[in-house]
């Protein structure tokens, strides 16, 4: 997910074989109920995420993410330290055709307003997301789906464009998952919070009880939630919301705060790995920065007075040539994230390095005299002037020391005029949609590990990234990898993707980074060590 996106890291999947006529064969359909039930003291989770949206069809970003992946449930999910798709509101999944999966939903299933869940609002949920078709939204996701059927209550048959699809169960876990109730949101249009909250349609582990949206969010597990994650150890949790990351710091080690989940400097995190009632907990992470150019409003671009497809494609190429991973990563970061030269992270499968043979020394470091020469075949007057936006509340307060980093490197080769703005998250979403920023940062964790979610929300026809980049040979290329089911194959034409984009630059990628939870220790439920697939869900969380 954007975001992502922009999105926070939802569940991994693992690797689906299309051998057999049943495909995933989901054997947990009973739920993992805790014995204990929910109780324990409330949980105090702080973050300086911001919250664009609780309607599920209108949001695909981190601190959206966070409170819907408590109070809405999806058909499939993984649980934490599993790699392999499970039944969540679902009993199973089927094959039933080339195009065709059918999926059973548990029985006597409920929302928290004590609405019945079955098939239809299963329908409901996928036709709507399609139909409103947001541009913060995760619609991006479902680029396959044909039609949803719901010939019973309890089955729901959907209905693909491309057969082979092997990539469609993982996408049923993802924002574009997300389960809603018929009777409460309007199939045409995105729903506002204060009415979502009134209207109480939690079929998540928990639900909202009280919301002050971006300052302190209420939760108390949801009785009638019946998926695989279970009661929840801790009956309620609290999330409050921070504009500094200083003031949470301090919160949590004062013990106001029992965890952080998003977003602390790396000099604070190192500071909080020193105390002895604090746990600092890492790991690879699955998130990548970049910065996204805005075909229209970039310098040159199509809707410019000066508009040169040429030349904007020189000032995308040479700025390409100029940037340095290596220091950005040190410098910002201690290394705890690491130069990325594609928008598909190092060590996924199909990974290419395309940006480091392309730009600047072909090693991966900056090259001033090849951005100048660029600039100079288009007749590229210098220095151009580059307005770029980043935001410091969403993607910690370190994206501004990045970014001025960033513009130091820029106007360090003579070439460039960098003109460094911020903007809050919740106007930001908005305004790069409305193609205000002709150059800016974004994020993104994966909604599941594999290649293809790093290249078909940025580059496809409905693309999340919304920055009016259209190649159909990419788009093309990718139609192909997500229904090839020869490896050494599929491998080769994410390669192909990969490099046909970076050629054409409609973003930079910088750098892929770490995940970082940190508890205070007398709260248990994370692990000491997170990996790529780690997802922060409070279900397992308790407090001594």
């Not at 705060?257 to 790991?283: C, F, N, P, Q, W």
Request: glycine share 8%.
């Amino acid at each position: 997910m954007a975001q992502h996106s922009t999105v926070r890291p939802f569940r991994s999947l693992g690797a689906i074989s299309l051998g057999t006529a049943f495909l995933v064969a989901l054997t947990g359909c009973t739920s993992s109920k805790s014995s204990t039930g929910s109780g324990g003291a409330t949980i105090t989770v702080g973050t300086t995420d911001q919250v664009t949206s609780l309607d599920p069809a209108g949001a695909w970003d981190a601190g959206s993410g966070t409170i819907e992946s408590e109070v809405y449930a999806t058909l499939l999910s993984v649980k934490n330290g599993a790699t392999e798709v499970s039944p969540d509101l679902a009993t199973g999944i089927r094959l039933t055709g080339p195009k065709e999966y059918t999926v059973t939903l548990r029985k006597g299933l409920k929302f928290a307003n004590g609405h019945q869940l079955t098939s239809s609002d299963v329908k409901f949920s996928f036709d709507r997301t399609l139909k409103i078709a947001d541009e913060n939204g995760p619609s991006s996701l479902l680029y396959n789906l044909d039609s949803v059927a719901a010939p019973t209550p309890t089955t729901v048959v959907f209905t693909l464009k491309s057969a082979n699809d092997t990539l469609f169960p993982q996408v049923l876990s993802t924002a574009a998952g997300y389960i809603v109730d018929e009777q409460t949101f309007p199939a045409d249009k995105i729903l506002d919070d204060k009415a979502i909250v009134a209207a109480k349609p939690w079929n998540g582990p928990y639900g909202v009880t009280s919301y002050d949206k971006n300052s302190l969010v209420s939760f108390t597990a949801n009785s009638v939630y019946g998926g695989q994650l279970g009661t929840p150890k801790t009956k309620s949790v609290q999330l409050k919301y921070y504009t500094d990351a200083s003031n949470l710091k301090l919160d949590v080690q004062q013990g106001t705060v029992d965890a952080v989940y998003r977003t602390l400097t790396t000099a604070d995190l190192d500071d909080l790995s020193k105390k002895k009632e604090i746990k600092v907990h890492t790991g690879s992470g699955n998130g990548i920065r970049y910065i996204v150019f805005d075909f229209q409003t970039q310098p040159y671009g199509t809707k410019t007075k000066n508009a040169d497809k040429a030349k904007a494609l020189a000032v995308r190429q040479a700025v390409a040539d100029s940037v340095d991973r290596a220091q950005l990563a040190q410098q910002v970061y201690k290394n705890s994230y690491q130069p990325l030269y594609s928008s598909v992270p190092d060590g996924l499968t199909g990974a290419s390095d395309s940006f480091k043979s392309l730009y600047g020394d072909k090693k991966g470091g900056p090259d001033k005299a090849a951005a100048a020469a660029r600039l100079k075949a288009a007749k590229v007057s210098t220095p151009v002037t580059l307005n770029l936006q980043y935001n410091s509340d969403h993607y910690g307060s370190s994206s501004a020391d990045e970014y001025a980093l960033v513009k130091t490197q820029l106007e360090a080769t003579g070439l460039f005029k960098v003109n460094l703005q911020s903007t809050e998250w919740t106007q930001y979403g908005k305004d790069r949609i409305k193609h205000l920023y002709p150059l800016y940062q974004l994020g993104w964790y994966a909604d599941y590990l594999d290649a293809d979610n790093y290249l078909s929300p940025f580059y496809s026809a409905n693309s999340w990234v919304a920055n009016d980049y259209s190649d159909p040979a990419v788009r093309e290329l990718i139609k192909k990898e997500e229904t090839e089911t020869d490896p050494a194959k599929r491998t080769e034409l994410l390669k192909q993707a990969q490099d046909k984009a970076a050629a054409s630059v409609p973003l930079l990628p910088l750098l892929q980074g770490s995940t970082a939870i940190v508890t205070r220790t007398d709260v248990s439920g994370v692990p000491d060590e997170l990996n790529s697939a780690y997802t922060f869900r409070w279900a397992g969380l308790s407090k001594k």
